[in-house]
């Protein structure tokens, strides 16, 4: 064995010993080695410590050099600096827990990010590679320049070398791409396995713009490389420059402050939620730093809706926000609509295509060819006039006005995100609301992962990423739902206190403008009722016969609050429809130029439950790659006719959000409950948190599948499967409540990976967007990817 694999592996022995000895001094552990080695700590902190220091000094004069490792001996002074810490007795007894928690936390993350996530650091160890820089005017070339060290043209590039000769341990890349992100090489080699011809393919590279540890490649190749040509593709007009290859560079060590932060980051929330030092306790106890949590969390979600709006919008190199908010177009909403309007009309003014009304049936999509000229596509044809399915609640209160002021038209994508931003806080508010009201008593660590879940799962970033006017509806959609349940839960309808008329009416006026925003919502405004009449029934029991008052006189001020603004609100959109279609109730969705002819295509079962498989349960697949699953495009059932796919990305929510299948344990949970109203209660989730989301999941059978539907009801069935989860939870024991706090703890993290997941299949950071933002995000993937 070489020095260099000795001291290596000597500096993993000196690490794991004084971590051990720091688990010794802060742990609770019988184990007989952690007892042996706090028994001869002042031994193991002296020996340590005197081994790390010639190390240090053998690394120091490259006596002892480790590949691409330096100054490792470091570390290990700080890991025994920790354990003479952890052991000297000067940490105050009431932080000793969670101080010894923390540098056991910190310890466990930096072995992981210097021996495991820089595992290739190590790869030349053995020292048999000499560093060797291919000549590449003595290679045989293939549309290679070697004197501007760039293609010559598109297609194949060969860079070829015979009769090497040399051990192959690593390669390095020094290439650019002036057109893409990255430069992706494959890599033919003949070793002495295989020296009669190439093995084809036997590795690959790729390079990314800006990020020096993805020129580096480990090979594991045998014996001397004989032959070895490596290969790129390039599109036309794109060129690479080549400027070096090298063999057996170290890949160097690189400490990722990104990386390290979230693995402690990730550490520390897995600590709180799981200590009954910190959050494992009842949410009333630890109110204050759940909701402070919560918010912080929801600040989270709201940077990143930021950070997907402005992945688009970097794709425009003169991007500002000045020209941002001085736009002189935009899309059905934003422009057309609000032209309409002030022209005072309820039809879209751009002009007719008289083709389009020669057609036999304009609404189907193969008569609109070519010759028929253009037409606005997912408008309404109807009568010989355009009209916009999309709701008008957007436009009447932010575009409309906006314009008037300003003479320009309100972006999309702000308006996506700022409704977004907005239906967030109030699905905080919402939600904390709700577990204050019913369920104090639960362990604070359960409310805030399931309050994780939701908001991770909300569907409302993917709004952010391709922010249309499908998208400006689903959003103002998702505003008006959460403020709506917001003011109508703290409206105290449902539960104890006195009922404020002012937030019931308040939660009215957002439900109904969520229909004038998406009709879908309507479902929720009728499951409300049901929720209005837990208020009536409340408010009808505090009538006194004595007051001299009659039962009507006195419940009118409250029916008034609960249902005037639905009336009032809902004649708009009946009277906008009425305008349009000659029918209160018609909303002109079979009208739509789009791709399919709504007006002819019947129902099939087989589509509707397509929808459902795919919403909640589409599997994920798994990949080498970053974030290691894939949300792909519906593959359950063959269609075995047309369903249209907007998008990709499906992924069911049972993956995002476990805590749904507590369902299951629905009937358990009427029983346990005690509440003299469960069966008003019952009824109540099943309407708006089961029926009312498979109702918008049915409804779609006709339109196909689209990611984004998902923000129209996730949420909602979230809702309602934590409130049974609570419920199960408060009436088991003890040790029963410690596992299913572990396993909600557990759903968190898969929540994470997984909407993550889906988020990362719909971006496709590799292919869309600017090349400096494909980049950044392969540049953030590779941190994990530590083994390419």
């Known amino acids: 064995m070489s020095l260099s694999i000795a001291a290596f592996f000597l500096n993993i022995a000196l690490y794991t010993a004084a971590s051990a000895l720091v688990f010794a001094n802060t742990g609770k552990s019988e184990s007989r080695v952690l007892s042996f080695l706090k028994n001869r700590s002042r031994f193991v902190l002296a020996g340590g410590t005197v081994l790390s220091l010639i190390l240090l000094v053998l690394d120091i004069t490259g006596t002892a050099g480790m590949s691409g490792y330096r100054f490792l001996a470091f570390v290990d002074l700080a890991a025994f600096a920790a354990a003479w810490f952890t052991g000297s007795g000067k940490i105050p007894a009431k932080y000793s827990s969670h101080a010894g928690t923390a540098v056991r936390i910190i310890l466990v993350s930096l072995a992981l990010e210097i021996f495991v ?109 004989h032959d070895i040509r490596f290969v790129f593709s390039t599109d036309e007009n794109e060129k690479v420059t080549v400027s070096s290859i090298t063999a057996n560079e170290p890949v160097r060590f690189r400490f990722s402050v990104i990386r390290f932060a979230l693995m402690l980051l990730s550490a520390f929330i897995v600590y709180s939620l799981t200590s009954e030092k910190v959050l494992f306790r009842p949410y009333a106890e630890v109110q204050k ?112 006005p906006y314009h008037l002021l300003t003479g320009y038209y309100f972006p999309s994508v702000w308006a996506v995100f700022f409704f977004g931003m907005f239906g967030t806080l109030f699905l905080t508010k919402f939600y904390l609301c709700l577990a204050d009201k019913f369920f104090r008593n639960i362990s604070a660590s359960l409310v805030l992962s399931g309050f994780f879940i939701m908001q991770l799962s909300s569907g409302i970033l993917i709004c952010n990423i391709s922010p249309l006017f499908y998208e400006i509806a689903q959003s103002a959609g998702f505003l008006c739902t959460a403020a709506g349940a ?73 029916l008034a609050a609960a249902l005037v603004p639905y009336i009032v609100i809902g004649s708009v ?5 009425a305008a349009r279609f000659g029918n209160p109730l018609d909303f002109g969705i ?58 990709g990305a499906a992924l069911g929510l049972i993956w995002k959000a476990l805590p749904v299948a507590a369902y299951s344990a629905s009937f358990k949970a009427y029983r346990l409950t005690e509440n003299r109203n469960r069966t008003l209660y019952s009824l109540i989730i099943l309407s708006v948190c089961i029926i009312c989301p498979f109702a918008v999941i049915f409804s779609i059978w006709e339109s196909g599948f689209a990611a984004r539907y998902c923000v129209d009801f996730i949420w909602q069935m979230i809702t309602g499967a934590l409130v049974i989860c609570f419920i199960v939870y408060s009436h088991c024991a003890s040790n029963t409540k410690v596992h299913l706090n572990r396993l909600m703890t557990a759903s968190l993290a898969l929540s994470v990976v997984m909407n993550l997941t889906q988020i990362w299949s719909y971006v496709k950071p590799e292919e869309g967007f600017s090349t400096e933002w494909q980049a950044n995000m392969l540049s953030f993937a590779r941190l994990f990817e530590f083994w390419r």
């Open 117 to 225: 996530f820089n595992i290739n650091s190590a790869h030349l160890l053995s020292g048999k590679y000499s560093k060797v820089v291919f000549d590449l005017h003595a290679a045989e070339l293939q549309n290679f320049d070697p004197v501007t060290m760039t293609n010559e043209g598109s297609g194949q590039t060969v860079i070829e070398y015979k009769n090497v000769n040399i051990p192959v341990g690593t390669l390095t890349f020094n290439a650019f791409s002036d057109k893409k992100s990255r430069v992706s090489f494959s890599v033919d080699m003949s070793d002495d396995t295989h020296s009669g011809s190439y093995r084809w393919g036997a590795a690959k590279a790729e390079v990314i713009n800006g990020n020096r540890r993805s020129r580096t490649v480990p090979c594991n190749f045998s014996g001397n490389v």
């Open 289 to 400: 730093i759940t909701d402070i949590s919560a918010l912080a969390f929801t600040a989270v979600i709201i940077l990143l809706g930021l950070f997907i709006a402005n992945m688009g919008r970097y794709t425009d190199e003169n991007h500002s926000m000045a020209k941002d908010f001085a736009l002189e177009g935009g899309n059905q909403i934003t422009q057309e609509l609000v032209d309409s309007f002030e022209h005072g009309r309820v039809d879209i003014m751009t002009d007719m295509n008289p083709k389009l009304l020669e057609l036999g049936n304009p609404y189907d999509w193969s008569q609109r060819t070519d010759e028929v000229g253009s037409y606005p596509w997912d408008h309404l044809l109807f009568n010989g006039k355009y009209y916009s399915y999309y709701g008008i609640a957007p436009v009447l209160l932010v575009f409309l």
């Open 486 to 558: 917001y003011f109508l839960i703290s409206s105290n309808v449902l539960g104890e206190g006195k009922i404020n008329k002012f937030r019931l009416a308040v939660s009215g006026i957002w439900l109904s403008l969520g229909v004038l925003s998406r009709p879908t919502i309507a479902v929720y405004c009728l499951a409300a009722m049901l929720l209005v009449y837990a208020g009536a029934k409340k408010q009808n029991a505090l009538y006194d016969k004595k007051s001299g008052k009659s039962r009507v006189v006195f419940l009118l001020p409250y």
């Open 573 to 577: 959109q009946a009277w906008y429809n």
């Open 590 to 647: 079979q009208y739509s130029l789009t791709i399919n002819d709504f007006t002819r295509s019947e129902y099939h079962t087989h589509f509707a439950v397509i929808g459902f498989l795919a919403f909640l349960f589409q599997m994920p697949v798994f990949t080498e790659y970053f974030p290691f699953f894939k949300a792909e495009s519906i593959h359950l059932f063959d269609a075995q006719g047309y369903y249209f796919i907007a998008t």
